[in-house]
Nanobody, 122 residues
Framework: QVQLVQSGGGLVQAGGSLRLSCAASGRTISTTTLGWFRQAPGKAREFVAVNWSAGTTVYDAFVKGRFTVSRDNAKNTVYLQMDSLKREDTALYYC????????????????WGQGTQVTVSS
């Protein structure tokens, strides 16, 4: 069973950048499709991006052009680079493993990371 450990996040001013890490153990990510989701207090968990094992990434329309997903197979880690951050981006960010079905539905993912807090201020 793959395990995902997240790091990064923190407090950043509006317009700034942040990079989140999602490190996998128990399974290589080279054949794994990974998704990114975020959840603000009182809100439902929402889709951010999905990174297919072949390398293609599909982004939510709201964040496309500001966020970029990349992989480092040597480190078995996937990254979410976030630029031009807005106050609305404040949320708890998660990575997870895609199983089947709709890739924007969090119910179709499992092996969730512990989540990392992103707070955008000023």
């Amino acid at each position: 069973q793959v395990q995902l450990v997240q790091s990064g996040g923190g407090l950043v001013q509006a317009g700034g950048s942040l990079r989140l890490s999602c490190a996998a153990s128990g399974r290589t990510i080279s054949t794994t499709t990974l998704g990114w989701f975020r959840q603000a207090p009182g809100k439902a968990r929402e889709f951010v991006a999905v990174n297919w094992s072949a390398g293609t990434t599909v982004y939510d329309a709201f964040v496309k052009g500001r966020f970029t997903v990349s992989r480092d197979n040597a480190k078995n880690t996937v990254y979410l680079q976030m630029d031009s951050l807005k106050r609305e981006d404040t949320a708890l960010y998660y990575c997870a493993v895609f199983r089947s079905g709709s890739w924007i539905n969090p119910n179709n993912f499992d092996s969730w990371g512990q989540g990392t807090q992103v707070t955008v201020s000023s």
